[in-house]
């Protein structure tokens, strides 16, 4: 199957970064920690490629180390929400009846707080700690995950491969986990794509607010929110963290993007 | 329509019960001693057990509840802590400032999208439909965050027109309080102008194709009077879907926005208490701003039912 351009393009520079993550402290050039008060805010120079923020520290070395933080907030909270959301929504459409009735009213609690709010409340009551940004995040998304793979189930579940499965007596883990779930993933792949750029978003802005990652460690959200007060004399250390920041999104929305093509069945008969 | 808008406000009430009970639990496990830190680091012993008894510190979790939620019944928000000052007046100031930023922001939002979006559809192919889908793009990428301090950078130190931050009362004068909103709804407006134009123009280039805007054209009606008359008001159904779900994005944004810009918000109340560690305030706060949501996600619903004919919430509830 040929790739489309926007998925060559969009996991290519994703790779990069993802890469940058996974080396950030073997290739970064200075320790992401060390401070150099001679060398307060030198611009983006030929020793310091991105500059240098208010102690001194070199920018590209900060922001190789916060790649990891920030990719594995954004990629752990997808994750999260997959592994919550996915069981809750096969559960609701394949039993339908008073399963589906709880599980929805129960959705409907976690929808009826704004997004960010929701994790501003989770992140406020325990010290900050990547992992619950994670979490926190993941939990926004839970709703449009059940609420994706319900609709999903719903649809498979009349299928009559489903309902011979049922004929023969197959247990209903068995039809879920053979029948229904290995149809039900296109969706819930092109959608976890989706979640993973408003996470990476999403969680970056909490990070911002001061609820996620604790200093000196740093993640992009952080090093902008701790750029902020110099962003006049040194707008570099926080404009370099934002560019990352969009790239790996639009990055990520291209995957997206590419995905949707190769697995909607609905584009695909539209393009043909 | 009546029936349903009742049955939506008394879900909406026990909404508002359960997540009382959660905020409250919620706050109940937030780090810190809050009789500590009223009297202070040096206080003695005897000081703190003193305002622990008088604010009913050591009563047991539901008889704390249950005064909190009767005194909230009775419209009695509590006392901030850190302010020394009534809740109720301060989220009330705070609520309208914010008010301003987001009906100011959701106004533009839905002007600017609908008319890019049109714009877009109309000439479906062109340059200039590849610039504003370009350009829609970038602007889904940058977080609200990050493009408040490019605006900040560009507009308020490098060509100084307007103020970076703060917050001027009307009294102040109608132009130094619009200049003090320009950026941050600048910002607010960015965001969601994309999702807005994004869906029009898909939904605009359906309804081009469709039998009755053929018809308009056949029978040799103005192209502008096409697109106005016929072609605008059936597109515009999903639109408004979209704008509602951006009421939920714009009260996200406006917790940031009003953050970068010190704009003396709900949001930056909000806030500004969690970091205080100013208890009933965040409580305050946090129910307020759900109740909030709750409404603004009514009304577009409401606003939905009455501009789609084909769905008048009667006898059928939607779920």
Redesign the interface.
């Known amino acids: 199957m040929r790739w489309p351009a926007s998925l060559v393009a969009g996991s290519g520079t994703f790779a990069v970064i993802a890469a940058c993550a996974l080396l950030g402290p073997a290739i970064a050039p200075f320790p992401f920690d060390e401070m150099n008060i001679m060398a307060r805010f030198l611009p983006p120079g030929a020793t310091h490629w991105f500059g240098t923020d208010e102690f001194g520290r070199d920018v590209l070395s900060r922001l190789l180390f916060g790649a990891r933080l920030s990719l594995l907030m954004g990629l752990g909270a997808t994750l999260f929400c997959l592994l919550a959301g996915v069981p809750l929504g096969l559960a609701a459409g394949y039993y339908g009846g008073r399963v589906d009735e709880a599980i929805?009213r129960l959705i409907?609690?976690v929808i009826?707080?704004?997004?960010?709010?929701m994790g501003?409340?989770?992140l406020?009551?325990?010290?900050p700690n990547p992992w619950k940004t994670a979490i926190a995040v993941g939990i926004i998304y839970v709703p449009i995950m059940v609420r994706l793979t319900r609709a999903v189930t719903l649809e498979i579940a009349s299928e009559e491969f489903v309902l011979a499965a049922r004929a023969r007596g197959e247990r209903a883990w068995y039809i879920l986990g053979a029948e229904i779930l290995p149809n039900a993933w296109p969706p819930i792949i092109v959608e976890s794509a989706l979640r993973i750029?408003f996470a990476i978003?999403l969680g970056?802005?909490l990070s911002?607010?001061?609820l996620g990652v604790h200093p000196p460690a740093s993640d992009w959200?952080l090093m902008?929110?701790e750029a902020?007060p110099f962003?006049?004399e040194a707008?570099w250390v926080?404009?370099a963290p934002?560019v990352v920041?969009?790239i790996t999104?639009?990055a990520v929305?291209l995957i997206g993007d590419g995905l949707r093509e190769i697995l909607d069945p609905r584009l695909k008969r539209g393009r043909g | 329509m009546l029936l349903y808008t009742f049955k939506r406000l008394a879900y909406i009430a026990v909404i508002l019960a359960v997540m009382s009970v959660l905020i409250f639990w919620a706050t109940q496990v937030m780090p810190g001693d809050v009789a500590q830190m009223i009297v202070g680091q040096f206080a003695t012993d005897e000081q703190i057990r003193a305002v622990r008894g008088r604010l009913g510190l050591d009563d047991p979790v539901h008889v704390q509840y249950l005064r909190w939620a009767a005194a909230l019944l009775r419209g009695d928000l509590g006392v901030s802590m850190m302010m020394d000052r009534p809740i109720g007046p301060l989220i009330e100031d705070a609520i309208l400032r914010s008010a301003v930023l987001a009906g100011v922001s959701i106004v533009l939002v839905a002007a600017i999208g609908i008319f890019l979006g049109v714009y877009s559809a109309v000439r479906k192919g062109t340059a200039a439909d590849h610039a504003v889908s370009i350009g829609t793009y970038f602007f889904i990428s940058v977080p609200e965050f990050f493009w408040a301090i490019i605006v900040i950078l560009l507009f308020a130190g490098y060509l100084g027109w307007f103020p970076a931050t703060g917050y001027a009362p009307m009294s102040d004068g109608f132009g130094t309080w619009l200049q003090h909103l320009v950026l941050p709804v600048a910002t607010l407006v960015s965001g969601l102008v994309a999702h807005v134009s994004r869906l029009t123009r898909s939904s605009m280039i359906e309804t081009m194709q469709s039998q009755y805007v053929i018809a308009a054209r056949a029978k040799g009606l103005p192209e502008a009077l096409v697109i106005r008359r016929h072609a605008l008001r059936n597109a515009l159904v999903p639109t408004i879907t979209v704008l509602a779900i951006d009421v939920g994005m714009l009260m996200g944004g406006i917790v940031v926005v009003e953050t970068v810009f010190s704009y003396p918000g709900l949001g930056r109340l909000l806030i500004f208490s969690i970091e205080q560690k100013d208890i009933p305030m965040v409580q305050a706060g946090i129910l307020t701003v759900t109740a909030v949501y709750a409404m603004a996600n009514l009304a577009a619903d409401l606003l939905y039912a009455f501009f789609n004919p084909r769905i008048r919430y009667g006898n059928a509830v939607a779920r």
């Open positions: 929805m409907d609690l009826s707080v704004p997004p960010i709010l501003i409340l989770i406020s009551m325990t010290p750029t978003m970056a802005a911002f607010l001061g959200g902008i929110a902020r962003i006049a707008p926080a404009i934002g920041l969009c999104v639009i929305n």
